[in-house]
């Protein structure tokens, strides 16, 4: 299957411009920008895993976070919300997957954010397997505040989206391991 195309359903659209842009290389001018790559291990086996762990949203519920889909994997068009915090207290992130890849070295996808999600912009998740057979992940990003909270956090935004995307490497590692 090869990489599927944006779609906005639903009669809402996402809160920036530049849809589908983490599926390339340059990002757009004017966001806060995050590439962050983990070393997840090697060889198909974890490749697949990983790529299974990715796209049925296991990587994210395992950081934890509260996240809610109607579908058991991602797809573009599909719309996600994210609860970051405890209990029922938290930022609510509503999102949709904008684009997907799955093709035999590539599995991931980007989502980008709706109205009243405390950003503005785009993350993906892509595993990748490499000719040598290492197996990375890649957090991707363009962002901007969406909101008065963003805005007033200042520079503490962009050092918690790294922590978060450093915290997805960690969970896929241990999620791709192979059972032994």
Known sequence: MNAHEP?????????????GATRGER???GYHHLRHRTLIGHGRTVFEAAGAAVMEWRMHRAIP?????????AAPGVDVTVLLGVGGIGLRAPARVI?????????????GTLPGHPECGEESFL??????????????AFSRPG??????????VPVLQKLYARRCGQ????LARPRE
């Open 147 to 156: 909101s008065r909270l963003t805005r007033a956090a200042g520079p503490l």
């Open 171 to 174: 969970v896929l590692r241990r």
């Open 127 to 140: 595993v990748h397997l490499a000719d040598d057979g290492r197996v990375w992940f890649t957090v991707t």
């Open 65 to 73: 976070v509260r996240l809610t889909a109607p579908q058991e994997r």
């Open 27 to 29: 990002l757009p001018p």
């Open 7 to 19: 779609r906005e359903p639903h009669g809402v659209r996402p809160t920036y411009a530049e849809v």
């Open 99 to 111: 684009w997907t890849a799955e093709d035999p070295t590539r599995t991931g996808f980007g989502y």
